[in-house]
Antibody, heavy 115, light 112 residues
């Protein structure tokens, strides 16, 4: 069964850092682009970042450029999102998703940025 | 960035009746490779998003055939032929032709 499992819920202070993880199983992880998408409370979906199968290309939405870094470890079938200089507006449920057309999604992990 | 505009944003529908959601893009979604990367997602309350339709009109495995997608260029539509109770949720279009990918605002479908 194809599965994506994000890391657990977290509360962090403004200005703090956090690393999200996404464990993939049931498919050949190293063959696929991977993405992070978020949904803030009361708002719609927002694509955050993408990474190429070999990690050589990465793309970000403007609001996180310079603060977030997407990465992957194909040997561990894992996707990561390093989040620095966190702001209240980064509070959201973060989902990892497979492929450039987001065919498969995880259940999501909640990130709350608050003092 | 490409702006995706959905309408309506709220869609109350009677069970068994059809429903239609429009998605318009601020520029053409035809990629240089000839494909159009416009996809539709459903997010039921308390659940993760689920892809329903990819590249305009291709239904995902397990998606009921009452869902259909159509359109071209900048103008796209998701149709539900007969709404069922399990269709309640928020529907999003997303374009994957131009970086960064952008979603529509979402259309909330509920039962009258």
């Amino acid at each position: 069964e194809v599965q994506l499992v994000e890391s657990g819920e977290t509360l962090v202070q403004p200005g703090g850092s956090l690393r999200l993880s996404c464990a993939a199983s049931g498919f050949t992880f190293s063959n696929y682009w991977m993405s992070w998408v978020r949904r803030a409370p009361g708002k719609g979906l927002e694509w955050v970042a993408n990474i190429k199968p070999d990690g050589s290309e990465k793309y970000y939405v403007d609001s996180v450029k310079g603060r977030f870094t997407i990465s992957r470890d194909n040997a561990k079938n894992s996707l990561y999102l390093q989040m620095n200089s966190l702001r209240a507006e980064d509070t959201a449920v973060y989902y990892c998703a497979r492929g450039m057309s987001l065919a498969v999604w995880g259940k999501g992990t909640t990130v709350t940025v608050s003092s | 960035d490409v702006v995706m505009t959905q309408s309506p944003l709220s869609l109350p529908v009677t069970l068994g009746q059809p429903a239609s959601i429009s998605c318009r893009s601020s520029q053409s979604l035809v990629h240089s490779d000839g494909n159009t990367y416009l996809h539709w997602f459903q997010q039921r309350p308390g659940q993760s998003p689920r892809r329903l339709i990819y590249r305009v009109s291709n239904r995902d495995s397990g998606v009921p055939d009452r869902f259909s997608g159509s359109g071209s260029g900048t103008d796209f539509t998701l149709k539900i032929s007969r709404v069922e109770a399990e269709d309640v949720g928020v529907y999003y279009c997303i374009q994957g032709t131009h970086w960064p990918y952008t979603f529509g605002q979402g259309t909330k479908l509920d039962i009258k």
